[in-house]
């Protein structure tokens, strides 16, 4: 009740639209006025919403059980009041790490672009050191001279090539958390579809939707998805710590 008391007062002027019923959906001045007085006559009334004696009426004798009673009305009340908090903490750290995970993998993916070509030999530079060579050869034909064929034989490294350990490292490290970061954002996308899926209505009587749900329920807490969900921050921190220390190792190569 203080809260809606909390709302009504800090609710702006907004056009009134009509629902259904015909009553306004946006509270106006005039509207808000008159919800606040019937709202505190309610609780000058001892009514809460709470309450499930006031809030569904009694069954009928030896109908206490049926698809339709209070009972499962009332549980599918508290049901949806513990759902609404389990999802909306998971909601949270599910966004917050796609967001970061995201950011991450584009910004380790940068270095490894300028990494992994040194786990390679450089082309480039082997091409030119051929054509040189062939140069030296050309010349030294035209000119009638010996060819020292020592440096022809010996610059070709390609297939002796072998990268510095540090690159082995960093790119390992890098790769590593690369790796993680994906994995992170790849559970997060599955956690945001089991919790909405969790959290999808569904018709039929109260007791059918409050079977439903408690098979939903244990389901999720069979295949451990909340703590799944909190394991995911300590994913994300192991890749974060990945990445500095290939992060210190390529800076000490500088």
């Known amino acids: 009740m203080v809260q809606i008391l909390v709302h009504l007062l800090h609710a702006k002027d907004a056009v009134p639209e009509k629902s259904s019923l015909g009553y306004p959906k946006i509270v106006t001045p005039e509207v ?126 390609a297939l002796d090539f072998s990268p510095a350990h540090a690159q082995l490292w960093i790119n390992g490290l890098w790769y590593t958390s690369l790796s993680l970061s994906l994995i992170t954002a790849l559970v997060a996308v599955l956690a945001k579809q089991w919790l909405h899926q969790y959290m999808s209505m569904t018709s039929g009587t109260p007791l059918h939707r409050s079977l439903l749900r408690q098979f939903r329920y244990e389901g999720l807490q069979a295949w451990h998805v909340p703590l799944i969900i909190g394991l995911l921050p300590v994913l994300m921190h192991l890749s974060l710590g990945i990445f500095f220390i290939g992060l210190i190792i390529f800076l000490a190569q500088l």
């Open 32 to 157: 808000r006025e008159c919800l606040i007085t019937k709202t505190c006559a309610d609780i000058s009334q001892g009514y809460d919403p709470l309450d499930y004696e006031q809030k569904y009426p009694p069954d009928p004798i030896y109908e206490e059980a049926q698809p339709n009673s209070r009972v499962w009305r009332v549980c599918i009340d508290e049901f949806q009041i513990f759902d609404a908090d389990l999802a909306e903490d998971a909601r949270d750290t599910v966004d917050v790490l796609l967001v970061f995970a995201g950011l991450f993998s584009a910004v380790v993916t940068a270095f490894l672009i300028e990494t992994a070509a040194k786990l390679e030999p450089d082309y480039v530079q082997l091409s030119s050191s051929i054509l040189y060579e062939i140069l030296v050869v050309q010349r030294a034909f035209v000119n009638g001279s010996a060819v020292d064929l020592d440096p022809v034989v010996s610059s070709p490294n």
